[in-house]
Structure formats: structure tokens, C-alpha cells
């Protein structure tokens, strides 16, 4: 990937609907993974994220696996992932997407990609959407610089100008919370009333950070830095695709449990560490994910480190 393309991938897989963040279910089915942020599953808060690229995920060798945890000092679940089956044995993923359902996604992704950086939006489809959801749409802010990011952040959380190996900031793009203030109904009559293929009414920001995904660079080798809030993330629970498929193993960095994943595809091994801890009484995880051997078993530390040195 190339300097130029770093920044826009890493602002394009804040919107994939293969990365489904803090969600509000209010549907009871499960329609398919390939889906947006916002419809996936019944009544809880949940955190899901599927194994693809820049989220790898090891495999185990034995099926029998159910879960694996992450625990506090005290003994306390941060962080477990299970696989996608465990959350509700009549869910079925969908495999390829329906034409209309098709034209739906298309359409908001259109729409998306012209909003201006750091903006969100309720965004109401009028066409291709007979169940009328109405979504909470946003271009995540892009920062080419390190300081200008840390001005944006304030003192919420640290960000590392480097990571071990010689990899260097590149890239970022950040979310804060949306205030979900809006009335569905005025959204509604105004399409129909002007005949609008979509309307959109701006929402505004919390001060509150989401999610940051950051790109490290060193020669034309990557490191992505993902932080998110995980707080109110029911069960503390991110499921997985095809869990049992996958090798992983949790190791120890001090006091900090670490999950350590790594998955071949193809020709590529991919890797990555999960941790989640306690900053300003509310849960951070970060990901740091890698591919070829930038990231062992045996560097785990430095990088845990270096992320968490400070604030």
C-alpha cells in the first residue's frame, strides 16, 4: 500500500459493514456479516468484528475451543471473543447480498463518501428500503500529522509517534461519539414531500473519542493502531467468524493480559494483539496488526508498551 492510499484505506474500513462497532440491535434476525453498522442483531450493545485484513485472527487447531478472555487484576472479563455461532444459533450468514439489499449499500456508501471529513449525519434512503432505517452516517476526521491528531484528542487517550521496529506515524482517522438527535419522522415526511431519493439532517459530535485507527510506516512495511472505546459493550464480547478455525493464544505483559492472533491467507501471514484496559474508569482496547514477522511472540511487549507508556 502506498503512503498516498494508507490514509484513505484506513478512513474507508471505519465504514465497512464487515466492521460492525458499538452497535443498537433493534432487529431479531441476523441478516449477514456483509452489512452495516447499525443492523445487526436483537436488543444488546454488542462488538463484533470479522477476521479480514487489517483485524487478523490466529488459528486454534481444535475446534472444541468456545472462547477466549481477557481478565483484570482482579479477576474481572475485559475482553473475550466468541465465535459468531454463539450468538444466536439461528442467525445465518448471508453469503452474497440480495440486488435490492445491493442497491441500498451502494447508495449509502455514495452518499457517505461525499459527506466532508469529520461530519455525521442521520442519513434517511428513501429508495431500496422497505423497512425505512434510517442511519447514523459520518466521514471520520483525517489527520496527516501527529500533532495536529493530538490537539483533536486532547488529553483522552496517548498516541505513540513510534512503535518498535522503526515504524513511524503516517496516517490517521478518528471518531467521536454522535448525538443521536433527530426525528425520524420529520425525515420521513420530507422526502416524500420533495421527492428525494435521500435526505440527510447533520448530527454533531460528542467529545467523547470512538474509535482511532492510526498507520505506522517504516520503508513500504505497515502498522495499524487501532483504539476504540469499549465501554458498554455488552458482555464485553466481540465475536469472531469461524473462531474455531483460528490459533491464538493469551500471553501476560506485566499485569496486562494480551491476546496474540495469527492467520495465514494465501501466501501472507497476518498477526495482531488484543488488549483492553481501565483508563479514566472506562475500558480502552487497542489492536495492533501487522503482517510477516514485524510482530512475534516475542516483541509483544515493546509494542504494548510503547502504546501504553503514558497518556
Same mark, same amino acid.
Given at each position: 500500500?502506498?503512503?498516498?492510499?494508507?490514509?484513505?484505506?484506513?478512513?474507508?474500513?471505519?465504514?465497512? =459493514?464487515?466492521?460492525?462497532?458499538? %452497535?443498537?440491535?433493534?432487529?431479531?434476525?441476523?441478516?449477514?456479516? @456483509?452489512? !452495516?453498522?447499525?443492523?445487526?442483531?436483537?436488543?444488546?450493545?454488542?462488538?463484533?468484528?470479522?477476521?479480514?485484513?487489517?483485524?487478523?485472527?490466529?488459528?486454534?487447531?481444535?475446534?472444541?475451543?468456545?472462547?477466549?478472555?481477557?481478565? #483484570?487484576?482482579?479477576?474481572?472479563?475485559?475482553?473475550?471473543? @466468541?465465535?459468531?455461532?454463539?450468538?444466536?444459533?439461528? *442467525?445465518?450468514?448471508?453469503? +452474497?447480498?440480495? =440486488? +435490492?439489499? +445491493?442497491?441500498?449499500? #451502494?447508495?449509502?456508501?455514495?452518499?457517505?463518501?461525499?459527506?466532508? =471529513?469529520?461530519?455525521?449525519?442521520?442519513?434517511?434512503?428513501?429508495?431500496?428500503?422497505?423497512? @425505512?432505517?434510517?442511519?447514523? *452516517?459520518?466521514?471520520?476526521?483525517?489527520?496527516?500529522?501527529?500533532? !495536529?491528531?493530538?490537539?483533536?484528542?486532547? #488529553?483522552?487517550?496517548? &498516541?505513540?509517534?513510534?512503535? =518498535?521496529?522503526?515504524?513511524?506515524?503516517?496516517?490517521?482517522?478518528?471518531?467521536?461519539?454522535?448525538?443521536?438527535?433527530?426525528?425520524?419522522?420529520?425525515?420521513?415526511?420530507?422526502?416524500?414531500?420533495?421527492?428525494?431519493?435521500?435526505?440527510?439532517?447533520?448530527?454533531?459530535?460528542?467529545?467523547?473519542?470512538?474509535?482511532?485507527?492510526?498507520?505506522?510506516? *517504516?520503508?513500504?512495511?505497515?502498522?495499524?493502531?487501532?483504539?476504540?472505546?469499549?465501554?458498554? &459493550?455488552?458482555? *464485553?464480547?466481540?465475536?469472531?467468524?469461524?473462531?474455531?478455525?483460528?490459533?491464538?493464544?493469551?500471553?501476560?505483559?506485566?499485569?496486562?493480559?494480551?491476546?496474540?492472533?495469527?492467520?495465514?491467507?494465501?501466501?501472507?501471514?497476518?498477526?495482531?494483539?488484543?488488549?483492553?484496559? +481501565?483508563?479514566?474508569?472506562?475500558?480502552?482496547?487497542?489492536? &495492533?496488526?501487522?503482517?510477516?514477522?514485524?510482530?512475534?511472540?516475542?516483541?509483544?511487549?515493546?509494542?504494548? #508498551?510503547? &502504546? %501504553?507508556?503514558?497518556?
Amino acid at each position: 500500500m502506498s503512503p498516498n492510499k494508507s490514509q484513505k484505506s484506513i478512513k474507508d474500513l471505519f465504514n465497512d =459493514p464487515r466492521i460492525p462497532q458499538e %452497535i443498537d440491535i433493534s432487529n431479531q434476525v441476523m441478516t449477514k456479516i @456483509k452489512r !452495516d453498522k447499525e443492523r445487526f442483531f436483537v436488543k444488546y450493545k454488542v462488538s463484533i468484528l470479522v477476521a479480514i485484513g487489517l483485524i487478523a485472527s490466529l488459528t486454534t487447531g481444535y475446534a472444541a475451543v468456545q472462547y477466549y478472555q481477557l481478565k #483484570n487484576e482482579k479477576g474481572e472479563v475485559l475482553y473475550q471473543e @466468541k465465535d459468531i455461532s454463539q450468538f444466536d444459533s439461528k *442467525s445465518e450468514i448471508v453469503q +452474497e447480498l440480495d =440486488p +435490492e439489499t +445491493e442497491k441500498y449499500d #451502494n447508495k449509502r456508501w455514495e452518499i457517505e463518501s461525499s459527506l466532508e =471529513p469529520g461530519t455525521a449525519a442521520a442519513l434517511y434512503i428513501a429508495v431500496h428500503n422497505p423497512t @425505512k432505517v434510517i442511519e447514523k *452516517s459520518f466521514n471520520p476526521f483525517a489527520f496527516s500529522t501527529l500533532a !495536529d491528531l493530538r490537539q483533536k484528542l486532547g #488529553n483522552q487517550i496517548f &498516541v505513540p509517534e513510534t512503535l =518498535p521496529g522503526g515504524f513511524t506515524f503516517s496516517d490517521a482517522a478518528l471518531t467521536f461519539g454522535i448525538k443521536e438527535e433527530f426525528d425520524k419522522e420529520a425525515l420521513y415526511k420530507k422526502a416524500e414531500q420533495e421527492k428525494k431519493e435521500y435526505v440527510i439532517q447533520p448530527l454533531e459530535w460528542t467529545n467523547e473519542m470512538d474509535r482511532l485507527m492510526a498507520t505506522y510506516k *517504516s520503508g513500504e512495511n505497515y502498522i495499524h493502531l487501532n483504539i476504540r472505546n469499549y465501554e458498554g &459493550v455488552e458482555d *464485553s464480547t466481540t465475536y469472531i467468524v469461524d473462531l474455531d478455525q483460528q490459533k491464538k493464544q493469551v500471553v501476560k505483559v506485566g499485569q496486562i493480559e494480551v491476546l496474540y492472533t495469527e492467520e495465514t491467507r494465501k501466501d501472507r501471514v497476518y498477526k495482531s494483539i488484543v488488549w483492553v484496559v +481501565e483508563i479514566s474508569g472506562k475500558k480502552i482496547q487497542y489492536e &495492533v496488526s501487522s503482517r510477516g514477522n514485524t510482530l512475534t511472540k516475542d516483541n509483544i511487549s515493546q509494542f504494548v #508498551n510503547a &502504546v %501504553i507508556q503514558k497518556k
